[in-house]
């Protein structure tokens, strides 16, 4: 149960803006945003954070780079990230905090830890967080560090770096920090604050003292959630989160996909290869999000039929024809079934592959009663529609694909002429030219379909 009756403070550690983030960075976004979404239909108030670090080694080094300050530099990239995070559907958070808009708070936190004992200032101007003065150090990784090498400091900002022991809460300003306006003033000089310092800094800022939950990637477990543990539990002496949730990291060709590594795709990039946000997202919550998850383009394809074949089915279910007096079917059971299994696929630690394997047995199940049954009574159709659309307000994937493939009346306007022209080019025997109106409708991702009671059209991703 959460601190407060129905409201859950979730606080999930965001993207560091000094470039584009990739779609392994989109999987764990994504695992984020299922978080959110199951939450909120579940019939919780979500007050949800998720923070943007526009001030650490990378920002720093890259506006140094660009010969511009790290506010300046990271500024694009922020507009980037959500846009991307627009485009793929995730619901935005309530607060988006960014660490150099909290220096004076942070100043003030590491000057209580210092005040405490928990943290001294060292002779190279940095304060450092005594990992002595807290004795339950280690137990979220699950570290004895009494095996660890007094005396190491963390002084660098990069990610997977478990030199352990004391860490910097405080780093003494140098000249690139200065260059880049990345240097404030604090009572032990000029400095920047360090980046464990600044998720609890915000987090605890925008959501008190203890959080129901706290997201993120698995590489965030240690160092960097661990020190957010020690300073923020020895700062105000209570549980800082009740429950921890990290994704596992994305992998390309069976490699994890890292900017690091040089192996990594955009979403920007997929887009303009012809994948649709639908495709990608339905990629990339496929899997348990503690689960592994290879990207292929051969993936990414498969996905891209699953979505069609989702759209494919609203619209048939929508089309179907309801005539009173028909016999009633198994649909409103078949539908009640499946949220049934869906909403215990996700009870289950949020395993969305489950959760999509009932979403898509109630499609097949359900084509195959509406194969029997061309008419059905109004009730048993809105049980389906509202079985799908109860799943997709978590999953996302018509709502993404919807709005990927609206158009606008004068689009609609020109495929209707295009259908005329072509619906008089077969009856003039012009099957060539037809064939071509069909050919270009298809280029723009538009499909026709020749019926009974005449040719319908539809958007394809």
């Not at 909120?40 to 979500?46: F, L, N, P």
Request: with cysteine.
């Amino acid at each position: 149960m959460p601190i407060e009756g129905g409201s859950v403070r979730v606080y999930a550690c965001g993207p560091t803006i000094y470039d584009h983030a990739h779609i392994g960075n989109f999987r764990t976004f994504l695992f984020f945003d299922t978080v959110h979404r199951y939450l909120e239909t579940s019939g919780y108030q979500v007050r949800f954070v998720m923070n943007l670090t526009d001030v650490d080694d990378k920002t720093i080094a890259g506006a140094v780079a660009a010969d511009m300050s790290v506010g300046d530099f990271t500024r694009p990239f922020g507009e980037a990230f959500f846009e991307d995070s627009a485009t793929l559907g995730i619901r935005p958070a309530d607060c988006y905090p960014r660490a150099t808009q909290y220096i004076g708070k942070m100043v003030d936190f590491v000057a209580g830890l210092v005040e405490s004992g928990h943290a001294y200032r060292a002779e190279d101007g940095a304060v450092y967080f005594s990992v002595a003065s807290f004795e339950a150090y280690g137990r979220l990784k699950g570290i004895d560090t009494s095996s660890l090498r007094p005396g190491a400091r963390v002084a660098q900002d990069e990610y997977e770096k478990e030199d352990a022991r004391d860490f910097a809460l405080w780093k003494a300003a140098s000249e690139p920090d200065e260059k880049a306006g990345a240097a404030w003033d604090s009572p032990w000089g000029r400095g920047r604050p360090g980046w464990h310092l600044e998720c609890s800094v915000m987090s605890l800022s925008e959501l008190g003292d203890t959080l129901d939950m706290h997201l993120g990637g698995e590489d965030l477990i240690f160092p960097h959630h661990e020190n957010e543990i020690a300073q923020s539990e020895a700062s105000t002496g209570k549980q800082f989160v009740r429950y921890w949730l990290h994704g596992k990291h994305l992998q390309l060709e069976g490699r994890k996909m890292s900017k690091s590594l040089g192996n990594y795709i955009t979403v920007r990039q997929l887009l303009g290869e012809g994948y649709d946000p639908a495709s990608i997202r339905h990629q990339l919550i496929s899997a348990h999000y503690r689960g592994d998850l290879n990207f292929t383009r051969a993936g990414l394809d498969a996905s891209r039929n699953a979505v069609q074949r989702l759209v494919d089915f609203e619209s048939r279910v929508e089309g179907a024809r309801a005539a009173e007096g028909s016999e009633p079917t198994s649909l409103p059971e078949l539908a009640e079934a499946a949220v049934d299994a869906f909403r215990s696929a996700m009870d289950n630690d949020l395993n969305t592959a489950d959760a999509l394997a009932a979403l898509f047995t109630m499609v097949a199940k359900v084509n195959g009663v509406l194969d029997a049954h061309p008419a059905i009574l109004e009730s048993d159709r809105a049980a389906v529609l509202d079985a799908l659309r109860r799943m997709d307000q978590v999953l996302g994937l018509l709502e993404v694909a919807r709005a990927a493939r609206t158009i606008g009346d004068d689009v609609s306007a020109w495929v209707e002429r295009k259908i005329i022209e072509r619906t008089d080019a077969r009856a003039a025997r012009d099957y060539a030219r037809a064939d071509a109106i069909r050919g270009e409708l298809a280029d723009k991702g538009i499909v026709l379909e020749d019926g009974p009671a005449g040719t319908r059209w539809k958007v394809v991703g």
